[in-house]
């Protein structure tokens, strides 16, 4: 039942400054026709439902609700607090289309965003971060995650930010790196065999890269008979499995024992795009060895599980017009209702 309620509201004469002064409600919401209690009760439901089916179930404008959820949203960052993040993780995530970049850094270790904003994805882009979260508080962090990115490591190991941070970079962004070889083997080889020895490879290209425990009955049926059918594609196959191990290692010399074995098990194979990607990771090795000391031992897939939740609100909105809304879901996606 939609209930008015008619208050008389004062306004005052300030003797300071001799303007007229409308008396200040704390239980009026942002705008003055809904309550604060109602603007958080429709907060809630958008965290769960599109803005149209809220907007049905109240029978109110489209823009009303958003409002209200946008006030929602900024209650709720103004009571997370100022961020003080010893551990973030930063990546940039696309806009629109047209290669329209955002930076997002997160707290990983509070497992929330704290920042979004910037241009594009360079360095005067995650410049503005650090000048936002201020000097004493930059010179805190002790561990950066972000892919091999050269901006983004410039930028936080300038002096007046996060120097004394060790960088390190995203598992899921190295993997990434070798399941694009694996997949230019794949090509290679389809593009080299003909007629009936071609059925093997076309449409195996995510039963490659998938992970041999996420595949069904039939996809490592398909896996077995594909990599008994081509001898290269079986290697490396094998080889992008035993990379994985990398991460396991407590140790620095002993992860750099693992790769350079694993390096030398690529001379004879004739495999062209692991070769170029032992190469990146022997100039970025730094921020993979990073990963081996026991106060680094982060969630790593906290950064790539975020871009996700982020794809999904922009898919659930068909794409978001008003950026400064798109900054609130963000900041937000991870916090408690209140």
Same mark, same amino acid.
């Given at each position: 039942?939609?209930? @008015?309620?008619?208050?008389?509201?004062?306004?005052?004469?300030?003797?300071?400054?001799?303007?007229?002064?409308?008396?200040?409600?704390?239980?009026?919401?942002?705008?003055?026709? @809904?309550?604060?209690?109602?603007?958080?009760?429709?907060?809630?439901?958008?965290?769960?439902?599109? =803005?149209?089916?809220?907007?049905?179930?109240?029978? #109110?404008?489209?823009?009303?609700?958003?409002?209200?959820?946008?006030?929602?949203?900024?209650?709720?960052?103004?009571?997370?607090?100022?961020?003080?993040?010893?551990?973030?993780?930063?990546?940039?995530?696309? =806009?629109?289309?047209?290669?329209?970049?955002?930076?997002?850094?997160?707290?990983?270790?509070?497992?929330?965003?704290?920042?979004?904003?910037?241009?594009?994805?360079?360095?005067?882009?995650?410049?503005?971060? @650090?000048?936002?979260?201020?000097?004493?508080?930059?010179?805190?962090?002790?561990?950066?995650?972000?892919?091999?990115?050269?901006?983004?490591?410039?930028?936080?190991?300038?002096?007046?930010?996060?120097?004394?941070?060790?960088?390190?970079?995203?598992?899921?962004?190295? #993997?990434?790196?070798?399941?694009?070889?694996?997949?230019?083997?794949?090509?290679? &080889?389809?593009?080299?065999?003909?007629?009936?020895?071609?059925?093997?490879?076309?449409?195996?290209?995510?039963?490659? #890269?998938?992970?041999?425990?996420?595949?069904?009955?039939?996809?490592?049926?398909?896996?077995?008979?594909?990599? %008994?059918?081509?001898?290269?594609?079986?290697?490396?196959?094998?080889?992008?499995?035993?990379?994985?191990?990398?991460?396991?290692?407590?140790?620095?010399?002993?992860?750099?024992?693992?790769?350079?074995?694993?390096?030398?098990?690529?001379?004879?194979?004739? #495999?062209?795009?692991?070769?170029?990607?032992?190469?990146?990771?022997?100039?970025?090795?730094?921020?993979?060895?990073?990963?081996?000391?026991?106060?680094? %031992?982060?969630?790593?897939?906290?950064? &790539?599980?975020?871009?996700?939740?982020?794809?999904? =609100?922009?898919?659930?909105?068909?794409?978001?017009?008003?950026?400064?809304?798109?900054?609130?879901?963000?900041?937000?996606?991870?916090?408690?209702?209140?």
């Amino acid at each position: 039942m939609r209930v @008015y309620l008619e208050v008389e509201v004062r306004r005052v004469a300030c003797k300071t400054c001799g303007t007229v002064k409308q008396e200040h409600l704390e239980w009026l919401a942002a705008n003055p026709f @809904y309550t604060k209690r109602f603007a958080f009760f429709v907060g809630r439901r958008c965290r769960s439902m599109t =803005i149209k089916d809220v907007a049905e179930e109240t029978r #109110l404008n489209w823009k009303t609700i958003k409002d209200l959820e946008a006030q929602y949203m900024r209650e709720q960052v103004r009571r997370a607090g100022t961020p003080a993040p010893e551990v973030v993780g930063i990546d940039e995530i696309s =806009i629109r289309k047209g290669h329209t970049y955002r930076i997002v850094v997160s707290d990983l270790e509070r497992r929330r965003p704290i920042w979004f904003g910037g241009h594009d994805r360079s360095e005067a882009s995650l410049d503005e971060f @650090y000048q936002w979260l201020g000097s004493a508080k930059s010179h805190r962090i002790r561990l950066a995650v972000m892919d091999m990115w050269k901006p983004f490591r410039a930028s936080t190991l300038k002096a007046e930010h996060a120097p004394y941070a060790a960088i390190l970079f995203d598992k899921f962004h190295v #993997l990434r790196h070798l399941g694009a070889a694996l997949d230019t083997v794949r090509k290679t &080889e389809y593009a080299r065999l003909t007629g009936k020895s071609r059925r093997f490879i076309k449409g195996q290209k995510y039963t490659l #890269l998938s992970h041999r425990g996420n595949l069904t009955t039939d996809g490592r049926r398909s896996l077995k008979l594909l990599l %008994k059918a081509n001898k290269r594609l079986s290697t490396a196959y094998l080889l992008k499995e035993e990379f994985g191990q990398l991460w396991d290692y407590e140790r620095e010399g002993w992860a750099r024992r693992f790769f350079e074995n694993w390096r030398t098990s690529l001379k004879w194979q004739r #495999l062209k795009p692991y070769e170029k990607f032992a190469e990146m990771i022997d100039r970025h090795w730094d921020g993979i060895a990073a990963y081996c000391k026991p106060e680094n %031992k982060v969630a790593l897939g906290f950064v &790539e599980g975020m871009n996700n939740k982020i794809r999904v =609100i922009q898919r659930r909105s068909y794409g978001l017009r008003d950026e400064e809304y798109l900054r609130l879901k963000v900041l937000t996606c991870m916090l408690d209702p209140i």
